[in-house]
Nanobody, 114 residues
Framework: QVRLVESGGGLVQAGGSLRLSCVGSGITFRFSTQGWYRQAPGKQRELVATITRGGSSNYADSVKGRFTISRDNAKNTVYLQMNSLKPEDTAVYYC????????WGQGTQVTVSS
């Protein structure tokens, strides 16, 4: 059974930092691409960052230069380091992975106060 578990969310002031983690079980991260997405209240889920099998990363324009996605293959864990957080980064953050079937975690809440 595939399971993704996100953690690391919380309440932080604008300008602060958080590091999100996504631990996978039942699936090997290094064989596929992982992504971090977020969904703010009343808005559609949007892509934040991805990391490929080879370790290449891509970012939404809104987070470039502030967020960094990485992966620890030994721990089967993907991270999202978020720096210089803004109130507009407030959302539930989800990780996903998979190829023919895409798996999602349950999400972790990030709240940035002004």
């Amino acid at each position: 059974q595939v399971r993704l578990v996100e953690s690391g969310g919380g309440l932080v002031q604008a300008g602060g930092s958080l590091r999100l983690s996504c631990v996978g079980s039942g699936i090997t991260f290094r064989f596929s691409t992982q992504g971090w997405y977020r969904q703010a209240p009343g808005k559609q889920r949007e892509l934040v960052a991805t990391i490929t099998r080879g370790g290449s990363s891509n970012y939404a324009d809104s987070v470039k230069g502030r967020f960094t996605i990485s992966r620890d293959n030994a721990k089967n864990t993907v991270y999202l380091q978020m720096n210089s957080l803004k109130p507009e980064d407030t959302a539930v953050y989800y990780c996903n992975t998979g190829q023919t079937i895409v798996y999602w975690g349950q999400g972790t809440q990030v709240t940035v106060s002004s």
